[in-house]
């Protein structure tokens, strides 16, 4: 199977197929536009030509079909903008509209380079967080001790990882620490600027967990010929990032190839395996925000809801954060 990796990125939220609706709609109607202007520019090029008319003439500019066409051009926009951009927006980027009566509430807190996500923990209500007790190795935003205030006690910040349960309402409190970011989870069709000085709430719903995710991205590679040499090499490189999708004799499913696989696959005459990237859910940031943006990259590993409780339970034990063991895909 081949995801559809010239086009958009398979959508896993309840909300993204109306976002790719609108999307595709402008292409569409930006085609349309583009030849039509196009074939028109042509055609002013060649009946306009000096060639054919020394003197200029202002008669033409008075002509009704164009302003016609600026009419029907601009009737269109604004059916585009009002008629369903607006009302999408407006609709999605606020609290949520009350179907889940029980909605993961997380803070998300944006900085150069990193995105910290702090949980309100089982009471619910998020600790005090304040500027001054900022300390980027142990405390990134700045939470206040629990003698302090007693929401705080179990609360749980998370560096990188947005754990989050499926097919719940996830309301997300955007911020930032210093610039303007851009909180984007493609895969979600969500994004939303984090600006200094602002909470902006951003909220979405997952359908899919991330082994569903993998599944749904999931496509065939050819082995290389030889499980040894540079053409070996590369291929191991390359797909550092992904995991195979079937047990596949001693090499189970889950796992990243290595020279040691290729060759256990190749004795038994495997020729070609499914992988999926490992980490499928990528948060980006979509606001150029400084020299290491490329490098602000977080991940969402998205679980079955009762599997989201039991980590949710466990919070606050030792997270270990490697970011080269991931990338975008
Ligand atoms: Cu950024």
């Known amino acids: 199977m081949i995801a559809s990796s010239f086009w958009l990125p398979p959508d896993i939220s309840a909300h993204g197929s109306q976002i790719d609706i609108i999307i595709k709609y402008l292409h569409w109607f930006m085609a349309v536009l583009f030849v039509a202007w196009g074939s028109y520019f042509l055609y002013c090029l060649v009946r306009f030509r000096a060639g054919a008319n020394p003197k200029a003439t202002y008669r033409d500019a008075k002509a009704k079909p164009s302003k016609m066409a600026e009419v029907v051009v601009i009737i269109i926009e604004a059916i585009l903008l009002v008629g369903f951009s607006i009302p999408v927006w407006a609709y999605y980027r606020s609290e949520p509209p009350g179907n889940d009566a029980n909605?993961?509430?997380?803070r998300v807190v944006?900085?150069?380079?990193?995105?910290?996500?702090h949980y309100p923990g089982p009471d619910g209500k998020f600790g005090k967080s304040k500027p001054e007790l900022v300390?980027?190795?142990?405390?990134?935003?700045?939470?206040?001790d629990a003698s302090e205030d007693p929401n705080a006690a179990d609360?749980?910040?998370?560096?990188?990882?947005?754990?989050?349960?499926?097919?719940?309402?996830?309301?997300?409190r955007l911020s930032s620490k210093d610039v303007i970011h851009s909180f984007a989870v493609p895969l979600l069709r969500?994004?939303?600027?984090?600006?200094?000085?602002?909470?902006?709430?951003?909220?979405?719903?997952?359908?899919?967990t991330n082994a569903e995710a993998q599944e749904m991205m999931k496509r065939a590679f050819a082995l290389p010929a030889s499980p040894e040499g540079e053409e070996a090499e590369t291929f191991v490189k390359e797909n550092r990032l992904r995991v195979t999708m079937a047990d596949y004799g001693s090499v189970r499913k889950g796992s990243t190839l290595n020279a040691e696989h290729l060759k256990t696959l190749s004795a038994?005459?495997?020729?070609?395996?499914?992988?999926?990237?490992?980490?499928p859910v990528n948060i980006q940031c979509a606001q150029l925000c400084g020299l290491g943006h490329y490098r602000m990259k977080g991940q969402?590993?998205?679980?079955?809801?009762?599997?989201?409780e039991e980590w949710y339970a466990s919070a606050g034990e030792e997270e270990v954060f490697d970011e080269d063991e991931f990338d975008d895909e």
């Open 103 to 106: 909605p993961l509430t997380v």
């Open 110 to 117: 944006a900085q150069q380079f990193a995105w910290n996500i």
């Open 135 to 144: 300390d980027e190795a142990i405390n990134p935003i700045g939470l206040v």
């Open 155 to 172: 609360d749980y910040v998370s560096v990188n990882i947005f754990h989050a349960p499926k097919d719940r309402d996830i309301l997300v």
């Open 190 to 208: 969500v994004k939303q600027d984090a600006v200094p000085g602002m909470e902006i709430p951003i909220w979405f719903k997952a359908e899919k």
């Open 268 to 279: 038994a005459g495997i020729t070609s395996v499914e992988l999926a990237p490992g980490f």
């Open 300 to 308: 969402m590993k998205i679980y079955e809801p009762d599997e989201f």
